[in-house]
């Protein structure tokens, strides 16, 4: 639609969204909570060998919610390998919470911080 919208990834988000619908909200939710769980091994056995897009279609997700989990968590290209997706989806659901409620790290007063950040950790 041309605008920036947040991702829903945490479950409030996921439920308090109205870019999906009810049942895609609990696909969303399930998958999640899968990737979260389960040992990369353990889910990828049967799809070593699929693309990302083609293992979440294997996993019932919609056309929407593959285009939410592609391009905005995962962040890999379509086409990339389902266990490269998989990594990184894991990667993104690990780092909620951490510094916020957002997985992404940026500066609030100018650029000068990151860089101070870093070599105060020297």
Same mark, same amino acid.
């Given at each position: 639609?041309?605008?920036? =919208?947040?991702?829903?990834?945490?479950?409030?988000?996921?439920?308090?969204?109205?870019?999906?619908?009810?049942? =895609?909200? &609990?696909?969303?939710?399930? %998958?999640?909570?899968?990737?979260?769980? =389960?040992?990369?091994?353990?889910?990828?056995?049967?799809?070593?060998?699929?693309?990302? &897009?083609?293992?979440? &279609? +294997? =996993?019932?997700?919609?056309?929407?919610?593959?285009?939410?989990?592609? +391009?905005?968590? $995962?962040?890999?290209?379509?086409? $990339?390998?389902?266990? @490269? !997706?998989?990594?990184?989806?894991?990667? %993104?659901?690990?780092?909620?919470?951490?510094? !916020?409620?957002?997985? %992404?790290?940026?500066?609030?007063?100018?650029? !000068?911080? @990151?860089?101070?950040?870093?070599?105060?950790?020297?």
């Amino acid at each position: 639609s041309g605008r920036l =919208e947040q991702v829903p990834s945490s479950r409030s988000d996921v439920f308090g969204t109205k870019h999906l619908s009810v049942v =895609e909200k &609990r696909i969303l939710m399930k %998958f999640l909570s899968y990737c979260v769980s =389960e040992q990369e091994e353990e889910i990828l056995k049967h799809a070593t060998d699929k693309s990302f &897009r083609d293992f979440l &279609r +294997h =996993e019932k997700l919609t056309d929407n919610l593959i285009h939410f989990v592609v +391009h905005s968590i $995962a962040m890999v290209s379509p086409d $990339a390998g389902a266990a @490269l !997706g998989l990594s990184q989806t894991k990667k %993104f659901l690990e780092s909620l919470g951490r510094y !916020g409620s957002t997985p %992404f790290l940026w500066s609030m007063y100018g650029s !000068g911080e @990151l860089p101070q950040a870093f070599c105060r950790l020297c």
